[in-house]
């Protein structure tokens, strides 16, 4: 066996188990409670009406399964992201054929960036600087790549803010890849115009790659979140230097199943990447390509969701009691006594299903997990079941 084949190796088996399948452990052998009707707030799947144009613009285009599909997506795809990037942060200008491309999905397009952009043969290991917690494909992403995550904690002390002041010169100074996730998974933070320029700045200055998770963009509570590339051109960066977004319609559209997202800011970086991925050859089927252009173009199912979603929220604290709902994302970052044990109460008392917090973050160098205390719920079914899960949850001892 190889050297690089043994490294290999050993990077995949520094990974642990992926958080539902240690939820799944958790757990084994368990049940819930029988008298009540079971509640899946564990993964953060939409569970919403499907939007209209869905069915009919499938059937139009089923021929399309007879043909190969293009990794970069088909040009009305494209052009249908480009054009929702332009109307929904004010872009002047992107470029549909340099700095779009179509993701299958954007979980494989988030963990597959790390292998375009990070160098593993570097003289000395470089990082990926992540929050924490996190969504785990980051972390994942960052040692199969070849990297050394550095974790920035995201706690109630800080306000969940990845917190940039934190960051050793040392650490700015190897740092190939920062991710940032806005409205974030699991706590709502929602970065703002300053915390982008901040991060641009950085990376000008040490020379590093800007990928920004905005797949919760459309689920707020107040106001909108302003975008990585939003930001960008308002420090007169046309060109996106340095700075990736990806976004999905797995929650925008409540279309999880249909794997579609998109990629999109540096014309440089997209054709590194859609070079990896000729390679790999993740490619989103040309029917479903289709819809995805007709769900990018479509704003009344997002506005619909929208709604469902702030009434979701209002009827679980309204039902709980306590708390506020969150800036961004359909998830509660609920603090409890001991979030293993209190998933396990949950389930066995009130037949929901959630998530413990810890199974989303990492341990730090002081071997502390932001994560740990804290519960994940999403808010996925709309408000009747939202109620009913505050409801449930308020009556339950192991509460902070």
Known sequence: MSHTDQSRQVRLEQLGAYPFARLKTLLAGRHPNPELPHIDAGAGEPRLPLPDFVAGTLAAHLDGFSRYPATTGNDALREAIAAWLMRRYGLARIDPATQVLSANGTREALFAIAHALINPEASKKPYALMPNPMYQIYLGAAI???????????????????????????VWADTAIVYVCSPSNPTGWIADHAYFTRLIELADRHDFHIVSDECYSEIYWQQAPVGLLQVAESLGRTDYARCLVMNSLSKRSALPGLRSGLIAGDAALITRFAKLRSYTGPATPLPLQHVAAAAWSDESHVEQHLTLYRQSLKAFFAAFGRGEPPFGSFFIWLPVADDEAFAVAAYEQQAITLL????????????????????????????????????RLKAMSGLS
């Open 144 to 170: 199969t790549a070849g990297a050394k995550p550095f974790f920035m904690p995201c706690t109630s002390a800080n306000a969940f803010e990845p917190d940039l002041d934190a960051v050793p010169a040392e």
């Open 356 to 391: 413990p917090g810890s199974y989303l973050a990492a341990n730090d160098a002081t071997d502390h997990n932001p994560g740990a205390g804290y519960v994940r719920i999403a808010l996925v079914d709309g408000p009747d079941k939202a109620a009913e899960l505050g409801r």
